[in-house]
């Protein structure tokens, strides 16, 4: 299960949004907006020590993450897998059980396998959390709130009417199948998914979805856009056949924008290809939300890390 309850209906941990109940998924938006805007909880995790096991790069999510236990007064450890004891064959879950008998009790981490992250959630002690900051292309919970929270704060909580696009690498993409889980927990009305046939996912992902790989059709009168980032490291697979190409047919420029909406909202998860998914006039535009996802991202996770950790 994603979203693993304890006996008393608290979060043991967050692994996915998949399983998570709109009722607990909308608690933590409401929370993530109240730290957003500036409510503290600075003693909320006193005393309790959270590590960043991190096992594959990462910028935003890392720090977002260390900024977000510290302001809420938790003992925060980075863990670089470059530099630690995996580079002399110790495993993921030595490396794991070896920290938890310090006595850290949460966890968050990134993971390059599918099912990783689940699998130490598995392994962990009674009173240990694991939240999971992405593993391969499946999951990336706090990705995806942080999105619900942008989208909310954009469009306000009803999505009923909303019409949204997501275009890319869907095929990849954990923070598509994150976005996509939330949407439908959320009740958007029309979800929309372009991309090149090589690039979306054959199987059950687009459940519900609109599925086109016309871009400007895809873009009509929509109210948000989520661009993915093209995975130039499987350029090698032959995926599309070019960066100009792709550009040419998905690239997000202001004359595309035009199509959408007049007040629609662009995001992006980040690290952007400009010039390949998106163009600078756009990525800097008035309709971009990147950099308040980014800012979100430590609300989201401030509210995450308080209800799986911080005591009852």
């Known amino acids: 299960m994603s979203a693993s309850p304890d006996t008393d209906n608290r979060i043991r941990h ?4 998949d399983a998570l109940p709109r009722p607990q998924l909308e608690a933590l938006l409401r929370r993530a907006q109240a730290f957003a805007e500036g409510e503290q909880a600075p003693q ?9 096991l991190f096992f594959e790069p990462s910028t935003r999510t ?5 900024l977000a236990a510290q302001r809420l007064g938790a003992h925060v450890l980075g863990f670089d897998a470059s530099t630690s004891s995996t580079t002399k064959g110790e495993t993921d879950l030595d490396t794991f059980r070896n920290i938890e ?4 009790r949460g966890f968050v981490v ?3 396998g599918d099912g990783a992250v689940a699998a130490l959630a598995q392994a962990a002690r009674p009173g240990t959390a694991v939240l999971n900051a992405g593993d391969g292309r499946s999951h990336h919970p ?6 619900m929270l942008t989208l909310r704060q954009a469009k306000g909580e009803d999505f009923s009417k909303l019409k949204v696009v997501i275009v890319g690498d869907v095929k990849h993409s954990r923070v598509a199948r994150s976005d996509l889980h939330a949407l439908r927990t959320l009740g958007c009305s029309e979800m929309r998914v372009c991309g090149p046939a090589s690039l979306l996912p054959d199987d059950d992902t687009l459940h519900g979805c609109f599925v086109t790989h016309d871009f400007d059709a895809a873009l009509e009168g929509v109210d948000a ?3 993915l980032r093209l995975q130039r490291e499987r350029m090698s697979e032959g995926l599309v056949e070019s ?9 997000l420029t202001s004359a595309r924008l035009r199509r959408a909406a007049p007040d629609a909202i662009v995001m992006h998860p980040g690290p952007m290809n400009r010039g390949v998914e998106i163009t600078d006039e756009v990525a800097d535009g008035p309709q971009s939300r990147v950099l308040r996802q980014v800012a979100n991202g430590v609300a989201v996770r401030m509210a995450a890390l308080e209800a799986l950790l911080a005591a009852a």
Do not use: N, P
């Not at 890392?62 to 260390?66: A, E, G, I, T, V």
């Open 142 to 147: 706090t990705q995806g709130l942080l999105d």
């Open 14 to 17: 967050l692994l996915g949004l």
């Open 62 to 66: 890392r720090l977002s993450f260390q």
């Open 101 to 104: 008998a310090m006595g850290v």
């Open 225 to 227: 856009i989520f661009m």
């Open 44 to 52: 909320a995790l006193a005393g309790v020590a959270v590590c960043t």
């Open 110 to 112: 990134r993971h390059k």
């Open 243 to 251: 960066l100009d190409d792709y550009h040419r047919d998905y690239g």
